[in-house]
């Protein structure tokens, strides 16, 4: 099979947004019916041909809130969740996992950023950086308040469920990337020079970073957990 305009696309895509992604949909087989909940409508379908169905708060093919599903039991082959726990409050995060193992009926997959000291210093630094450019960033912000899940937080979760669990990416490259972005120029013939750039740098990393960059141990500056739960 030839490169496909999909794939192209995918490879220009920040890569932070593509490791994730892309690591979800190596585990998903042909044929099998997708759940994403808290994803994004052209997100991880950017990435693999199956039927996905996006259960979201405010858009997507079923508006509801992950912790109480409107769907019947074991209704999807896989459920996914892309980095969105974190977002939820701890004291819901149990209810959300359930939720999800309720409507899976083969596999229900789970990413996370980690939740290590070095990391949460890292995005501490980060906030405070697009707070000097007076700029938002919500998803930072809900990531300190509610706290970023471990390994162990996380399984307590399971009741017993088998699964498998990977680690991935460097926080400190992630940081880079984010501050990284953030620059422009004032003169617009170099700041176009920058946005190549930086799509080059997406490319770079997505094709030739990303096969080395997972892990089944966790390391010192290890970005993210998924979690491979078995039903």
Known sequence: MGITKKKLKSWLLPFDVFERHQTVAKKIKSGEIILDVGGGIDALNS??????????????????????LPLKDKSFDVVASIDVIEHIAKKDRKRFI????????????????LGTKGHLEAEKKLLKLFEKKKMKSEFLKEHLERGLPTFNELKAYLNSFPYQVFYSGDYRLNSFLVRFDLKSFKNPKLDKLLYFLKRSLNVILNL?????SSSKKQKKFTNRIYLFIEK
Do not use: H, T, W
């Open 208 to 212: 030739f970073y990303f096969p080395f």
């Open 47 to 68: 990435f693999i041909n199956n039927q996905v169905v996006v259960s979201n708060l405010q858009s997507g093919d079923v508006l509801a809130d992950g912790r109480n």
């Open 98 to 113: 359930e939720e999800l193992l309720r409507v899976a009926k083969k596999m229900v997959i789970l990413s996370a950023p």
